[in-house]
């Protein structure tokens, strides 16, 4: 007898189905895996490029004081600059000082942005440091109003346009969330403005403010956890088609 719902003669085999779809699904695991093995040595990559920055930095920073850029050399001033060690000389012009909010160690306040002129005529910003919210007003910090011919000694700092995350810089009503050069420049009428700003050291002021000295240089450096997960992904999926090639499991419906 035949069994019953056949047409006739034996029922096809399913076979050549079951190797179609495993030939599709090997196909398809092959690309994800060079995909995500691509991913992992991106991230290697990007973490030897991280760890080179960070060494780079860190050389900068320690690095004796050296003359800031000049007007001559500001087109120059790049992203191999950030976090030089520098030292300018000047008199600071402190009826133009601009606050930018600021969160540190020490809590909630502002950098006090204070342009300084240079004996060429030229003009940098100095982020001279940290005042606390209620030290505002330069009145209640006269004594750090310093007069007269300074040096100051800091790490140089490229401009940050636009403002902080959410928050866009405000120069109408005064409002600053990042030391973006160029507009704090244009906000004071300034001109000759150098397109870097510099983090005054922990050289103490008189009065004790603006604290100085409080720049946080952090480079986060996940890429080799970013790494093992991929090659992880990577290593499973093999493991997956393994099994599902060598008949531990098909692919597509039971019994294919």
């Known amino acids: 007898m035949r069994p019953a719902g056949s047409a006739g003669g ?30 992992g040595t991106w991230q290697v990559e990007r973490r030897a490029w991280k760890l080179d920055l960070i060494a780079r930095v860190d050389a900068r920073v320690h690095a004796p004081p050296v003359p800031a850029p ?22 600071f012009l402190h009826d133009r000082e601009t606050l930018v909010q600021a969160v540190t160690e020490r809590g909630g306040g502002f950098w006090v942005l204070t342009p300084l002129r240079r004996p ?26 310093v007069a007269g011919e300074t040096t100051v000694t800091g790490l140089l700092r490229l401009t940050e346009p636009g403002g902080a995350f959410l928050r866009s810089n405000d120069p109408k009503d005064d409002r600053w969330y990042s030391r973006d050069v160029a507009a704090i420049a244009a906000a004071r009428g300034l001109t000759g403005v150098a397109p870097y700003f510099v983090d005054a050291d922990a050289t ?53």
Do not use: K
Not at 23 to 30: I, L, Q
């Open 120 to 145: 060429d005529g030229s003009l940098v910003l100095v982020n001279r440091g940290f005042v606390p919210g209620d030290r505002r007003d330069p009145a209640t910090r006269a004594a750090g109003q």
């Open 70 to 91: 000049d007007f001559a050399a500001w087109p120059r001033v790049g992203p191999d600059d950030a976090y030089r060690h520098v030292r300018l000389a000047g008199t």
């Open 10 to 39: 034996l029922s096809p085999s399913p076979a050549p189905i079951a190797l179609w779809r495993r030939v599709v699904f090997g196909v398809g695991a092959g690309l994800v895996f060079i995909v995500l093995l691509g991913l």
């Open 204 to 256: 103490p002021n008189p009065g004790g403010l603006p604290v100085g000295g409080l720049t946080v240089i952090a480079f986060p450096n996940n890429h080799l956890v970013y790494a093992i997960t991929w090659y992880g992904m990577a290593l499973m999926l093999a493991g997956a088609v393994v099994y599902v090639l060598r008949g531990g499991r098909g692919p597509g419906p039971a019994g294919e």
